[in-house]
């Protein structure tokens, strides 16, 4: 299971029942004239200043057609990376939280594992040893609880479990806990046509359970970490995928940019990121002609959110990070960096 | 390359450029009502017969609200294979002939390779000898032909080429000789909101250089056999992705299930195939609940296409195997046979 470390980069959702319901009708397309007339209606939970501007600019770059680099609806593509970019990533990406959650009903059914580890710690309960679990042993959980079942079992005990699960911070639904500024580009962008794409180094097949509620993405809109299945047939007959622990996609670092070739098959004109593993698909969204958008996160609220990274003047965490070399490169490169701080005068849609 | 043996099952394209224009507006949906009203006005080119009949009452079932079957517009998918269902694929693959013919510029980049087989018995253009090179040869040529160079230049490669190319028996562009109606059935199904995809045993690559002009199909939404990419950087050092000669995704039989599940995520309502390559798509498709279409191209029409394989009374050929087992699980499971004679009254869009 090489490489399915990058599983551990997964989610949580975040519910937003409202805003996700809202379908992107084409006939109420949100045209640059009427962004232009009344910006402050748009990305209200934006505050003034350049990451919001950047925003706009680039918007109105692509769709205006005047606009010396205007781009036919049909080639706009815009990428988001998930955890820590549209949702929280802390204390620990919302997949791991799910398998570690899964461990008793694994356990269940093969009871010898019960005096095993890495099996054994996580049924203790005990939170200091879990945390002092090695990357092999969190691998040999990931393969234990997101194999071995057919797709439609995976798709409804994650279904199951983000009903009950709730976030050790805000003991709310993971669903409820994505960013709504973020949640008000991908809707900014959608309405100008726009096909957003969710590229995340967590599991292809758990995000998809839950994105078009929380994101109104489509499952084949999201691209992340994936496994093989295999095609074979029940004992009714019935032909049924089951899910391998064979990595297929590696969907992190450079794995981004290939994900995106393989999966979308062009280049995004927008990509949003805010860790190290987004920079190659920063970097090859930017190689491409005409306007491009480029931003990043940085988690520096830790009242609101968290504040974590060297890039936050924080030492450098487990998750999610923005090291000083990235925000270099973002500074040489004209990406827009995003404080969470400054930027953002609301973090989530549940602040009244 | 153990695998590429499906990148045989590629393709040519079919530029009908009226059609390919036509964009799949929802303010125009033609709906079922007026689609029962004047069925003679849609699918021209297909007969009156059961074929037709089925795909009326599919659409009929899924986009009826009244329907009991009714899917919401946006959970709806179609699948179609390419070589031999949405174009001529006889008498070989169009891009095994792109490999074939791009042999002279690979060996003028190693001249090497002109004394070493199978690039020698490529470049002394003897048919008969050609036609005796084996699946291992074949492959060499296609890994020295598809891969290698970035996919910007791979892309540019295949317009080129698709710009200049003939078929041998019409003389014309490969993209020509798409069958029409299948092109009717695939705006039939957009009108309808359905996302339609081609999943193809032909190289991904290769098939979304012209499937959006072709077929109406974007990049995103072409599924086929895949080799890796790798990310890298250039002389100016702008990211790059180059070709690998390694296999990701092998979308031929079983491949095409397990590729649907990996690229689009969920299961489709409709599945349009004509070999054995296609069989598990079609049951796949089928395994879900309500209204469910599968169908197969039978090539039994010389005259106007091609006649070939065991259904058509004719002995096996190298391509399209239409199996007699195929042929009799389409009877068992009521998927829908397609006499290419019988059930199309035009075949291509240049016949007048």
């Known amino acids: 299971m090489r490489g399915i470390q990058s599983l551990n980069g997964i989610d949580r959702r975040t519910l937003l029942p409202t805003l996700a319901l809202l379908p992107a009708l084409p006939g109420t397309l949100i045209t640059a004239a009427a962004q232009a007339g009344a910006p402050g209606g748009l990305l209200p939970s934006w505050s003034d200043g350049p990451a919001k501007q950047a925003i706009f600019d680039f918007v109105r770059a692509t769709t205006e057609q005047s606009s010396p680099t205007y781009v036919a609806p049909d080639d706009r593509i815009a990428v988001f990376d998930q955890d820590g970019t549209l949702w929280v990533e802390q204390p620990t990406y919302a997949q791991v939280a799910y398998c570690l959650d899964r461990v008793p009903a694994v356990v269940a059914k093969k009871p010898e594992l019960r005096i095993v580890d890495p099996f054994k710690t996580v049924l203790s309960g005990n939170r200091e040893a879990m945390e002092e679990l090695s990357l092999e042993d969190l691998e040999t959980i990931l393969a234990a609880t997101l194999t071995g079942m057919t797709v439609e079992a995976f798709q409804s005990e994650v279904s199951n479990w983000l009903e009950t699960a709730r976030h050790p911070r805000w003991n709310r639904p993971y669903t409820e806990l994505s960013f709504q500024p973020m949640q008000e580009v991908l809707r900014y962008l959608q309405s100008n046509a726009f096909k957003t794409y969710i590229v995340t180094g967590g599991g292809q097949d758990f995000v998809r359970v839950y994105a078009a509620k929380t994101y109104g993405i489509p499952p084949e809109q999201v691209v992340g970490t994936a496994g093989t ?12 995928l089951t899910k391998e622990p064979k990595l297929l996609l590696n969907d992190d670092k450079a794995g981004k940019a290939e994900g995106i070739h393989f ?17 190659e698909m920063l970097e090859y969204t930017c190689a491409g002609r005409g306007a ?6 940085l988690h520096d609220d830790a ?29 040489e490169q004209g990406w827009t960096v995003i404080s969470m701080k400054n930027d953002w005068n609301r973090v989530f849609a549940f602040e009244a």
Chains 1, 2 share one sequence.
């Open 292 to 297: 491009r958008l480029a931003m990043l996160v």
């Open 229 to 240: 299945t295999k095609f074979g047939y029940g004992q009714d007959g019935k032909p049924l």
């Open 303 to 331: 009242a609101r959110e968290y504040a974590y990274g060297p890039a936050a003047g924080l030492p450098d965490g487990k998750i999610g990070t923005f090291t000083p070399e990235l925000y270099e490169e973002a500074r």
């Open 263 to 279: 999966m979308i098959g062009r280049r995004p004109l927008a990509a949003f990121g805010n860790s190290i593993g987004d920079r």
